[in-house]
């Protein structure tokens, strides 16, 4: 780093328009402790304040060399966990996210194989929803002619990648949704589901189980079939420019949507942040559409009661529930609803599981620690069950609790809220 240069002497017009906003940081150091890469590794370069410190040098020119930075931004989670600490309203994530942006394009980039793949597959795979059709059917196959055991045994799959990758769902559970549900009972109104990539290809079923919990509380649910991506994962990735074409993609497929439902945290906290995103009336008009089911639910009320389930359940908030949208209290009021259900308290509930997209990947042992911290806290919670509402959450909570050899399973809020079948 070259010598500092007062802020206060630089040309405010040479400055990039989100340096104002890293002088919003008053160095208190509140945020440090919520920060799970400052609790792992305890340095000041991998907490907030230090990463804000950084950033603001970065866009003085104090930086002679980006990837001296570089590795301390990497390994931010983007959890958000010190937005919620600040009291400083510091708007940590946005301006994180803007400086990968401009990181990305720096001529003296070193990235690793395992990044650049990463980034290819966002952008050219899970971009394209045809695509990420195929790449499932083709891993389906993999898998059946077993594949995956050979490339196991041989190493070339990493085993945390194979740890935490679930086994991919027979094209039936993987098939999309219809493009209408019919509500059942009494018609209450008419909601729209983004359905999501990953929830769609990993996780189809409980993507089914949302719909159907929408439809027998009466809603009836459209699913509007030119929707995309979200583009969360490529913004983290620090590629804005190919998320902007996925969200106004988006924009276009919800237009005529008055309710747009989610049931993926990450996506949620991407859809209401479009408006950020493109700038445009329509996109930020188009986020204040968006809600969780989980808000959605809590908001209408449930109609039909939820079936019995005789199990004691610690709800995990995803960092972008509670952080990034600021739902926080709504998941556990629609649980408590559940007969025979009992939630058990959860101290570390909002703490990052260490998931972050697909920062598990890219950041194996860090994650590995963080999530040793939240499955070692979950098991001795006393539950059997833990509910939490964001795919890649579910597969890192997972992953934490088999490594632990803890027999917690790990559900989504909505599976506890279906009413029993009608016979
Ligand atoms: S986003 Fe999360 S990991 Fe990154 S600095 Fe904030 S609290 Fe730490
Ligand atoms: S809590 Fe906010 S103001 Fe205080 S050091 Fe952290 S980011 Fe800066």
Excluded at 15 to 27: E, F, G, I, K, N
Excluded at 62 to 89: F, K, M, N, Q, W
Excluded at 314 to 336: F, I, M, N, S
């Amino acid at each position: 780093m070259s010598a500092p240069t007062s802020p206060g002497c630089a040309s405010t017009d040479a400055l990039p328009a989100w340096h104002r906003q890293t002088l919003d940081c008053v160095h208190c150091g509140l945020c440090l402790e919520a920060c799970p890469t400052y609790g792992v590794l305890g340095t000041e370069t991998d907490s907030p304040r230090g990463r804000l410190y950084l950033m603001r040098a970065f866009a003085e020119g104090r930086v002679d060399d980006p990837e001296a930075i570089r590795p301390h931004l990497d390994r931010c989670l983007d959890c958000r966990a010190c937005e919620t600490a600040c009291p400083s309203g510091v708007r940590y994530g946005a301006i994180l996210e803007t400086v990968r942006e401009e990181l990305r394009a720096s001529p003296t980039r070193t990235r690793t194989l395992r990044m650049k793949l990463a980034s290819a597959w966002l952008r050219h795979v899970v971009a394209h929803v045809g695509r990420l059709r195929w790449f499932f059917r083709l891993a389906r196959f993999a898998e059946w002619i077993g594949l995956r055991r050979l490339a196991r045994a041989m190493r070339i799959l990493p085993p945390e990648v194979d740890a935490l990758l679930p086994r991919v769902p027979s094209a039936a559970e993987r098939r999309p949704l219809p493009a209408l549900i019919a509500a059942q009972g009494e018609r209450r109104g008419r909601v729209a589901f983004f359905a999501g990539c990953v929830m769609e290809s990993v996780f189809g079923e409980i993507n089914r189980k949302t719909v159907e919990l929408l439809a027998s509380n009466g809603f009836e649910v459209v699913v509007p079939q030119g929707q995309r991506c979200c583009g969360a994962l490529l913004v983290h990735d620090g590629q804005r420019e190919p998320a902007r074409a996925l969200a106004a993609a988006n924009v276009a497929a919800f237009a005529n949507c008055e309710v747009v439902i989610t049931n993926s945290a990450g996506c949620g906290a991407m859809l209401r942040e479009y408006g950020e995103l493109l700038g445009t009336a329509a996109a930020d008009e188009f986020a204040h559409r968006c809600l969780d089911i989980t808000a959605f639910l809590a908001r209408e009320g449930l109609r039909e009661t939820p079936a019995r389930c005789e199990a004691r359940v610690a709800y995990d908030a995803p960092c972008h529930l509670c952080h990034a949208q600021g739902v926080r209290t709504q998941p556990a009021e629609l649980l408590k609803q559940v007969p025979g259900l009992s939630l058990v308290p959860h101290a570390t509930s909002e703490d990052c599981c260490g998931s972050a997209g697909i920062y598990n990947l890219l950041q194996p042992s860090l994650a590995a620690a963080i999530g040793r911290r939240k499955a070692d806290a979950l098991a001795t919670g006393g539950a059997e069950l833990v509910a939490t509402g964001n795919p890649g959450c579910m597969m890192q909570i997972a992953a934490c609790l088999r490594a632990a050899g803890t027999p917690l399973r790990v559900v989504h809020p909505v599976e506890l809220l279906l009413p029993p079948p009608k016979r």
